[in-house]
């Protein structure tokens, strides 16, 4: 049995020795697309949490199936994974807050900015955290990299080219056909909050969409993020077969270049003009260890921040300046 659908198979229930150390958590929504994939992190660290139950059309066995009023009523309820349609998600993330519980809010976030930056400003006001779903933040070339960079060895950066695209099923067209930001909204968010975690809010954004099929889906999508001494190119194509392998985050400065290729593969060419701790000065390819499981250190780091143990790397001020980007870098806002 795969490790994924044992985890799913199993009650928490299962896992009883170490509850009493638990943190309680639950998931609103099983219709987003990584929706499975977080209820299995979340199950799999069991001496972190406890999955006290899930809403949604779709259940999980061995979890209990709630309304979203029994879930937030719950006693000692700590925090939440919203993971519903993009159309409700924002509204339900704020619902989430009132209740007083810290949310995991699956990207984009919202559909319109204002929604987003009213629901994210309020958890903030409450001391509450929303810890957005970008999973690249978590992935050790990511960390590296975010390390490399404040650290200066690649020197002032001038230049990011990033792709995440894929080929795209008919249902997939369908469900990005009925976003006005297209595929790049619905997807590109992850390498766009990279490029602001390491440059900031650009100063200017121009969108490109040059449609491959027929059915008017924007499928095939670039946006320039302009900076005052840098260049983030973001592409997302949806009519790309190889997609998945040519996935890809390059990182260029004064005095180094770092590339991720594929994207979560732990893949690193790393050229630096002196050597920085490990690394020679000159070019290197290496392999990072990455974990199985894209999802669990998200969990793992929001148990730190839910028990105050740290903060969210990532503030409202930057989450709500990335949402804003994502629908400018989609053609949704000008």
């Not at 339900?92 to 559909?111: N, Q, T």
């Not at 975690?197 to 491959?212: D, M, N, Q, Y």
């Amino acid at each position: 049995m795969k490790r994924r659908t044992f985890l799913l198979a199993c009650g928490s229930t299962a896992f009883a020795a170490s509850a009493s150390s638990r943190l309680r958590i639950g998931q609103i929504g099983t219709e987003h697309a990584h929706a499975g994939g977080k209820m299995a992190a979340m199950r799999s660290l069991t001496d972190l949490w406890e999955v006290v139950g899930v809403t949604g059309p779709k259940g999980y066995e061995g979890v209990k199936s709630m309304t979203v009023e029994e879930l937030l009523a719950g006693p000692d309820l700590k925090a939440i994974a919203v993971e519903t349609t993009i159309e409700a998600s924002c509204e339900m993330a704020r619902r989430c807050i009132e209740a007083g519980k810290h949310v995991h809010l699956d990207k984009p976030g919202a559909l319109q900015h204002d929604e987003f930056r009213t629901m994210r400003l309020e958890a903030e006001k409450r001391g509450l955290t929303v810890q957005m779903g970008y999973m690249l933040r978590y992935n050790p070339a990511f960390e590296l990299l975010f390390q490399a960079v404040r650290e200066g060895w690649l020197g002032e950066i001038t230049e990011i080219d990033a792709a995440m695209g894929k080929l795209a099923d008919p249902g997939t067209r369908q469900k990005i056909g009925e976003l006005e930001g297209g595929g790049l909204f619905e997807l590109a968010g992850h390498i766009i909050d990279a490029a602001m975690t390491i440059l900031g809010k650009p100063a200017s954004v121009t969108a490109f969409s040059t449609p491959v099929g027929t059915d008017g889906v924007k499928d095939n999508q670039m946006a320039v993020l302009q900076y005052a001494k840098a260049t983030a190119v973001i592409r997302c194509n949806h009519a790309d077969p190889f997609g998945g392998p040519r996935r890809r985050f390059n990182v260029t400065g004064t005095e180094g270049a770092f590339e991720i290729v594929p994207l979560e593969s732990g893949m690193v060419n790393l050229s630096i003009t002196k050597a920085r701790g490990a690394y020679k000065n000159g070019t290197q390819s290496f392999q990072l260890d990455v974990p199985k499981d894209r999802y669990a250190a998200e969990f793992v780091d929001l148990a730190k921040i839910v028990r105050g143990e740290k903060k969210l790397a990532w503030d409202a001020a930057h989450d709500i300046a990335v949402h804003e980007t994502v629908l400018r870098a989609a053609g949704v806002w000008k």
